[in-house]
């Protein structure tokens, strides 16, 4: 089983640039997380998909971030216009529904990040 | 709001134990985690914990809940090299299908 692949593994731009993460969640997994780890600090959660629908976006830390899920497979993160403090690590995870969540969080499962750097 | 606290560094030699740990604040947390982040790698699943447990053993891996507290602790035993990585504690916050909230992740070196 392929697990979750985010996409760049690494990106630089430019204050005011605009950049797009792209995660691709396990497959048949239901929800679909972002988290974000700024330098030195904790993971914070972002935003959490059902399917296409967006269950819980109290984390997004302003209007400069917009994350789609189209079509409840692959999930989008866009950051528009990058400010410094965006730089950090983006992390996906992605979990089976509701009925399926057992072990918890065996099946929550974390990519390997995107390292952003805005310069 | 919620929030996990740990300490940010520990250095042990090869051969000693570990032991990172965390407190939590969300008394109704049902699962505490431990993740490990290798360099460049993602997060990846350690050990998690039932809140009606006060202690899980995995091979070289020691979990202890102290609830009343909201203590949770994270053993390693007979530490290696490759045990080089940040540890990070977490508490799922919602209900089974709900985020994590994260400590700052704690960065275990361990020398030869």
């Known amino acids: 089983e392929a697990g979750v692949t985010q996409f760049p593994s690494h990106s630089v731009i430019e204050k005011g640039q605009t950049v797009t993460l792209r995660c691709d969640p396990i497959s048949g997994h239901d929800n679909l997380y972002w988290y974000r780890r700024v330098m030195g600090k904790e993971i914070k959660f972002l935003l959490h998909f059902v399917k296409e629908s967006k269950q819980d976006e109290s984390g997004m830390p302003n209007n400069r971030f917009l994350a789609e899920r189209t079509g409840g497979t692959y999930s989008t993160l866009k950051v528009q216009p990058a400010e410094l403090e965006d730089s950090g690590v983006y992390f996906c995870?992605?979990?089976?529904?509701?009925?399926?969540?057992?072990?918890?969080?065996?099946?929550?499962?974390f990519g390997s990040g995107t390292r952003l750097t805005v310069v | 709001g919620e929030d996990v606290e740990q300490s940010l560094f520990l250095s042990v030699r090869e051969g000693d134990s570990s032991v990172i740990n965390c407190t939590y604040t969300d008394s109704s947390s049902t699962y505490l985690y431990w993740y490990k982040q290798e360099p460049g790698a993602g997060l990846q699943l350690l050990t998690y914990i039932f809140s009606n447990m006060d202690m899980k053993q995995d091979q070289r891996l020691t979990v202890l809940l102290n609830k009343k507290d909201k203590h949770l602790s994270l053993r390693i035993a007979d530490t290696q090299t490759g045990d080089s990585a940040i540890y990070f504690c977490?508490?799922?916050?919602?209900?089974?299908?709900?985020?994590?909230?994260f400590g700052k992740g704690t960065k275990l070196s361990v020398k030869p």
């Open positions: 977490a508490e799922k916050y919602g209900g089974s299908q709900g985020n994590l909230i």
């Open positions: 995870a992605s979990s089976p529904g509701q009925l399926m969540a057992f072990p918890p969080n065996y099946g929550y499962t």
